[in-house]
C-alpha cells in the first residue's frame, strides 16, 4: 500500500505543453523532494520543499517548478515541454528513518 | 561534485551466490547511510541501512559494511535470488541533511 502517490504513471507529449505531475503523501512528512533520473544515471535532486510554502532549487538546473501549497501536496510543472525533458521523475518524502519515494512518473516529450 | 559514487553499473551473478555491491563516497560528515532497490517503473524502495556508529548491519539474506576509513560501503546478498535482480541505489546524509545518491547499479541475477 503506497503512502505516496505520484500521478500520471507514463506520458507522452507534444513540444511546447504545459503539464504538470502530480506527487501527494499520506504520511504528514513536511520533507519532501523531486529527483529526476536518467538510465543508468545517478537521482538528481531538481526541487525540494522543507514545508509549507517552502520550496528550493536543487544540485541540478531544472526548468520545472514546483509549489507547496498543503503539507500533502507537491506538485510539478514544466511550462513549456521540450524533448529534453524526457526522464523519469521520482517524488519522495521523508521522516527521521529515510525517504519514501512515489512509483515515478515516465515522461516522454515528442 | 557527486559525493556518493558506484562506480560499477551492473553485475550478473549466478543464483545462490553472493552479491556484493560497492559505494564509496568523499563527504567525511556523512553518518547515516542506505541502500535503495529499484525494479523497472517503480520508485525506490527502502531496503537497509547503516549508521556511522556501526560497521555491520544485517538483515536476512542483506548485509551493509560500512570502512569508514575508506569511505566505502558494500551491500551483500546471499543468497542471490533472481528476484533480487534490480537497480540498487547507495545513499547517505549528514546529520539528518538531504541524502545524496549514487548512480546505482544494476543487479542481475541468472537462474
Known amino acids: 500500500e503506497a503512502d505516496i502517490y505520484q500521478t500520471p504513471r507514463y506520458l507522452v507529449i507534444g513540444t511546447g505543453k504545459k503539464i504538470t505531475l502530480e506527487c501527494s503523501q499520506t504520511m504528514g512528512h513536511d520533507k519532501m523532494y523531486w529527483y529526476q533520473q536518467d538510465p543508468g544515471m545517478e537521482l538528481h535532486l531538481i526541487h525540494y520543499s522543507y514545508g509549507v510554502n517552502s520550496t528550493e532549487k536543487g544540485d541540478l538546473s531544472s526548468e520545472s517548478t514546483v509549489s507547496r501549497i498543503r503539507t500533502e501536496h507537491f506538485p510539478l510543472t514544466l511550462e513549456s515541454a521540450r524533448p529534453s525533458h524526457t526522464s523519469q521523475y521520482l517524488c519522495?518524502?521523508?521522516?527521521?528513518?529515510?525517504?519514501?519515494f512515489g512509483s515515478g512518473t515516465r515522461l516522454t516529450v515528442v | 561534485d557527486q559525493q556518493v559514487k558506484q562506480n560499477s553499473p551492473s553485475l550478473s551473478v549466478q543464483e545462490g551466490r553472493i552479491s556484493i555491491l560497492n559505494c564509496d563516497y568523499t563527504?567525511?560528515?556523512?553518518?547515516?547511510f542506505l541502500w535503495y532497490k529499484k525494479y523497472p517503473a517503480e520508485g525506490p524502495t527502502f531496503l537497509i541501512s547503516?549508521?556511522?556508529?556501526?560497521d555491520k548491519n544485517e538483515d536476512g539474506r542483506f548485509t551493509v559494511f560500512l570502512n569508514k576509513s575508506a569511505k566505502h560501503l558494500s551491500l551483500h546478498i546471499v543468497p542471490s535470488q533472481p528476484g533480487d535482480s534490480a537497480v540498487y541505489f547507495c545513499?547517505?546524509?549528514?546529520?539528518?541533511?538531504?541524502?545524496?545518491f549514487g548512480a546505482g547499479t544494476r543487479l542481475t541475477v541468472k537462474p
Open positions: 545513499a547517505a546524509s549528514a546529520q539528518n541533511n538531504d541524502m545524496r
Open positions: 563527504n567525511s560528515m556523512f553518518d547515516y
Open positions: 547503516i549508521s556511522s556508529i556501526k
Open positions: 519522495a518524502s521523508r521522516d527521521v528513518s529515510g525517504y519514501t
